[in-house]
């Protein structure tokens, strides 16, 4: 929402002094709009946010005091902080400027006002404000953590080449994209590669963690706050929607918004209008929303923890992120750049696979997706004594199967049961592998190749407790 493109707010109570300010500024390219009296300059800073507010400070209370501008002042501050504000009197005192600028006035302007000193105030402050406003954006950038390093992009299987062709089609578009796939996958990597590849690339990608905001701070993070909002808002605060104005915004997580809080989201995807917490103006943004989970929203939606609404403004386009081991084409490729970003990260130079590492490597069935592999690098890296990675290095857990194969791992017993079907096979697995790990999660997951995640939707499918 850059300055630029916002007029300047002139507030007199005589009307051809409104009529002088707006044809001068006219005439260099600065729009305007007019106030006659406080009531009209509160009424509109409560409606739009103006570059910058003009004002007399002198009413109809009186002639000479400058006590309504004073006041009009200290108004305009508790709206806004951060609006330049130029005070301007027939009856200037230096006690007046002392008193204007205690209130909150940025510069001081004497009727009559001299053409060229005018327009140099005005630019002065413009600019200062345009500088303010951009320290206040990086600094909240530098405070969210936009991403970890991608890496190099690879992606030559099968599904992935159909995943890139569907992201290239939708990427130059504004249309909102839901990124569905398991933990670890890489949503945020098709995130990044979306932004970078639509028509908002010059501008901020700003990722949110849905899962990691108190909902008690909800509002205050999404659409910001004023200062003195609630008790530790000493000073404005920019949300996460206004930082992403004309970029991207990308929800990670998004399943974990709480139910509460779904509705405020909702309206600001519909209308593109939000309220700072602890301000009545309202502020218009233009964001591209990506959203990402590894949740099934359909099944919330039917539990009635997600709203349906909320979903179909997420997915006008969906694109599913495969697991890693329906892409086991790209392991070895994938392990191969893992390898020597952390070879060069650790100084580890020289270092490869031996043929034992590359066939554990193919074996997996990596139920932790490309974070688990890159992990399984790093550690490798750090840990292996000589120039080769074996498979001990590696520290891959033998016999891993994926819960892709644990019904395939369950067909034979079916059979063997005598007619049992698949599903029933594999419930009794789970069973078996909870009671021989005394219910531990972890190790049960571990024993099944399946992640926690994956068990706990299998124990609610099969009621287990």
Same mark, same amino acid.
């Given at each position: 929402?850059?300055?630029?493109?916002?007029?300047?707010?002139?507030?007199?109570?005589?009307?051809?002094?409104?009529? +002088?300010?707006?044809l001068?500024?006219?005439?260099?390219? =600065?729009?305007?709009?007019?106030?006659?009296?406080?009531?009209?300059?509160l009424?509109?800073?409560?409606?739009?946010?103006?570059a910058?507010?003009?004002?007399?400070?002198?009413?109809?209370?009186?002639?000479?005091?400058?006590?309504?501008?004073?006041?009009?002042?200290?108004?305009?501050?508790?709206?806004?902080?951060?609006?330049?504000i130029?005070?301007?009197?027939?009856? #200037?005192?230096?006690?007046?400027?002392?008193?204007?600028?205690?209130?909150?006035?940025?510069?001081f302007?004497?009727?009559?006002?001299?053409?060229?000193r005018?327009?140099?105030?005005l630019?002065?402050?413009?600019?200062?404000?345009?500088?303010?406003?951009?320290t206040?954006?990086?600094?909240?950038?530098?405070?969210?953590?936009?991403?970890?390093?991608?890496? !190099?992009?690879?992606?030559?299987?099968?599904?992935?080449?159909?995943?890139?062709?569907?992201?290239?089609?939708?990427?130059?578009?504004d %249309?909102?994209?839901?990124?569905?796939?398991?933990?670890?996958? #890489?949503? !945020?990597?098709?995130?990044?590669?979306?932004?970078?590849?639509?028509?908002?690339?010059?501008?901020?990608?700003?990722?949110?963690?849905?899962?990691?905001?108190?909902?008690?701070?909800?509002? *205050?993070?999404?659409?910001?706050?004023?200062?003195?909002?609630?008790?530790?808002?000493? &000073?404005?605060?920019? #949300?996460? /929607?206004?930082?992403?104005?004309?970029?991207?915004?990308?929800?990670?997580?998004i %399943?974990? =918004?709480?139910?509460?809080q @779904?509705?405020?989201?909702?309206?600001?995807?519909?209308?593109?209008?939000?309220?700072?917490?602890?301000?009545?103006?309202?502020?218009?943004?233009?964001?591209?929303?990506?959203?990402?989970?590894?949740?099934?929203? *359909?099944?919330?939606?039917?539990?009635?923890?997600?709203?349906?609404?909320?979903? /179909?403004?997420?997915?006008?386009?969906?694109l599913?992120l495969?697991?890693?081991?329906?892409?086991?084409?790209?392991?070895?490729?994938?392990?191969? +750049?893992?390898?020597?970003?952390? &070879?060069?990260?650790?100084?580890?130079?020289?270092?490869?696979?031996?043929?034992?590492?590359?066939?554990?490597?193919?074996?997996?069935?990596?139920?932790?997706?490309?974070?688990?592999? +890159?992990?399984?690098?790093?550690?490798?890296?750090?840990?292996?004594?000589?120039?080769?990675?074996?498979?001990?290095?590696?520290?891959?857990?033998?016999?891993?199967?994926?819960?892709?194969?644990?019904?395939?791992?369950?067909?034979?017993?079916?059979?063997? &049961?005598?007619?049992?079907? =698949?599903? @029933?096979?594999?419930? @009794?697995?789970?069973?078996?592998?909870?009671?021989?790990? !005394?219910?531990?999660?972890?190790?049960?997951?571990?024993?099944?190749?399946?992640?926690?995640?994956?068990?706990?939707?299998?124990?609610?499918?099969?009621?287990? @407790?």
């Amino acid at each position: 929402m850059s300055r630029e493109r916002l007029p300047i707010l002139i507030a007199d109570d005589q009307a051809d002094v409104l009529e +002088s300010l707006r044809l001068l500024l006219k005439g260099e390219g =600065i729009p305007t709009v007019r106030a006659g009296s406080p009531a009209e300059v509160l009424d509109l800073l409560g409606k739009e946010t103006p570059a910058l507010v003009l004002m007399d400070l002198n009413y109809t209370r009186d002639t000479t005091s400058g006590q309504e501008g004073l006041e009009l002042i200290g108004a305009i501050r508790k709206l806004d902080a951060a609006i330049p504000i130029v005070a301007m009197t027939a009856w #200037g005192s230096i006690d007046l400027v002392v008193q204007a600028m205690r209130a909150g006035a940025n510069d001081f302007i004497e009727k009559p006002w001299d053409n060229q000193r005018l327009l140099t105030v005005l630019r002065n402050q413009l600019a200062l404000a345009q500088s303010r406003g951009e320290t206040a954006r990086l600094k909240r950038e530098n405070e969210i953590l936009r991403g970890d390093e991608d890496g !190099g992009f690879i992606a030559e299987s099968l599904p992935m080449r159909h995943l890139l062709d569907q992201l290239d089609r939708v990427a130059p578009t504004d %249309a909102n994209v839901l990124i569905l796939g398991e933990n670890g996958t #890489g949503k !945020g990597v098709i995130a990044r590669r979306l932004h970078a590849r639509s028509r908002r690339a010059a501008r901020p990608l700003v990722k949110v963690n849905m899962g990691g905001i108190p909902e008690s701070v909800f509002e *205050a993070e999404m659409f910001g706050h004023v200062r003195g909002a609630f008790t530790d808002a000493k &000073s404005d605060r920019i #949300g996460r /929607f206004e930082l992403a104005d004309g970029g991207t915004l990308f929800l990670d997580e998004i %399943a974990n =918004i709480p139910p509460a809080q @779904q509705p405020k989201l909702l309206r600001v995807l519909e209308d593109g209008e939000l309220e700072r917490v602890g301000s009545s103006r309202t502020l218009k943004v233009d964001v591209r929303l990506i959203s990402a989970t590894n949740a099934d929203l *359909a099944d919330d939606v039917a539990r009635g923890v997600f709203r349906k609404d909320l979903l /179909f403004r997420l997915n006008t386009v969906e694109l599913r992120l495969p697991p890693l081991r329906e892409r086991s084409e790209d392991v070895p490729l994938l392990a191969e +750049s893992f390898l020597e970003r952390f &070879s060069r990260r650790y100084h580890r130079d020289g270092l490869r696979f031996a043929p034992s590492a590359s066939s554990a490597l193919s074996a997996y069935a990596w139920p932790g997706n490309v974070r688990e592999l +890159s992990h399984a690098i790093e550690r490798a890296v750090l840990m292996s004594a000589g120039n080769a990675i074996d498979a001990d290095a590696l520290g891959l857990a033998a016999g891993q199967h994926s819960g892709a194969t644990l019904a395939a791992a369950a067909a034979p017993l079916a059979a063997a &049961s005598g007619g049992g079907t =698949i599903e @029933q096979a594999e419930e @009794q697995m789970v069973r078996d592998a909870l009671q021989s790990t !005394g219910g531990n999660i972890q190790r049960a997951a571990a024993m099944l190749g399946l992640s926690r995640p994956a068990l706990y939707r299998r124990m609610e499918k099969y009621g287990i @407790q």
